[in-house]
C-alpha cells in the first residue's frame, strides 16, 4: 500500500510540476514531494509505521521549505553559533 501510495504522489508532483504555479501551491507541490520522498525512504529502510510516519513529516517540511526559498531565491547560511543568516543563494 505504501509503495502505491508514494508512487502517487511522485506521479502527482511531476504532473504538476511542469505547470505555472503560485507560491503556494510551490509550496505545496513541495510539501508533497517530499512527503513522497520520505515514504518511499522509510519503505527502502524497512522503517516501522511510527518511523515511517515522521519520515514523510519531515520530508513534506524540507520540500516545502526547499520550494519556498528556490522561489525566493534566498538561502539560510549557518554562522558556527548556532544562529544562521538569510542571504541570496550562490
Do not use: H
Not at 525512504?41 to 515511517?52: M, S
Not at 554562522?79 to 544562521?84: K, L, P, Q
Amino acid at each position: 500500500m505504501t509503495k502505491y501510495l508514494a508512487t502517487g504522489v511522485l506521479v502527482a508532483t511531476m504532473a504538476l510540476s511542469g505547470c505555472q504555479l503560485t507560491q503556494t501551491e510551490r509550496q505545496v507541490v513541495g510539501g508533497l514531494a517530499g512527503a513522497g520522498a520520505g515514504l518511499v525512504a522509510a519503505d527502502f529502510l524497512r522503517a516501522d509505521q511510527n518511523w515511517t510516519i515522521l519520515t514523510a513529516l519531515a520530508g513534506a517540511a524540507a520540500g516545502a521549505m526547499v520550494a519556498r526559498n528556490r522561489a525566493t531565491n534566498e538561502c539560510a547560511y549557518a554562522v558556527g553559533d548556532g544562529t544562521y543568516r538569510v542571504r541570496p543563494c550562490r
